[in-house]
């Protein structure tokens, strides 16, 4: 370092200090402010983007979901929640409470459609709801287009599909895709009872893998945790 700055400070050089700095540390995107090098040649400032790569390991199960869930989920980890009638999203019970307790049971991310994204009383009632947990508990919540978008994480994963079969199929197809390298990820899906896949040419409960249970009796039996 001294004698980079040394260098830079006592003769002409024509070469961006971001050059010798890069080869010192190797983990970093390129960048100058404006050295000697730069400014007698009239560049101007600048910041290369650093291509950011995370390598993450699920944690097995038994160590992330806790009570109900963790019973539930021991020998399949796929959980297909199923709700009846053609009401909104928005309006089936206590829907902000049974997230919160997923949350608080150990599922670390949750994928909501934009028909509740979108909702501002509701999207404001479950952050408040999560806010009061007594422990802080990690977690993300992401839109239903995060591909190309957001990364997602091998964590314990609740999605909340679309009521309309058009968007819920996207959504699916997207989640078989990132679900793909974590084939063991806890993974727990909120249906319509009549969500027809038209990738899969068929039922979402009666084509995709994992037990199949009303939504309604889970979130009794999560209350009853919490």
Known sequence: MRTLISNYSSREIDRCIA???GKLYPACALACGGCPACRNQGRPAYCEKYQLEIQMTPM???YTLRGELAARLAHNTTLNLYWEGQHELNKIQDLEDFLVNLVN???RQLILPHTLLNDSVWAATLVKKLSYLEQPVPHLIVGEDWPGRLPLYPVPTALIYPSENAEADSLFRSWKVARRNWPALPTINVINR???LESEHGYFTDRVEGSVEKLDQLQIDLA???
């Open 19 to 21: 050059y010798p700095l």
């Open 60 to 62: 097995p199960t038994s």
């Open 105 to 107: 049971s150990g599922f």
């Open 224 to 226: 009853l945790d919490y």
């Open 194 to 196: 009549n969500l027809y």
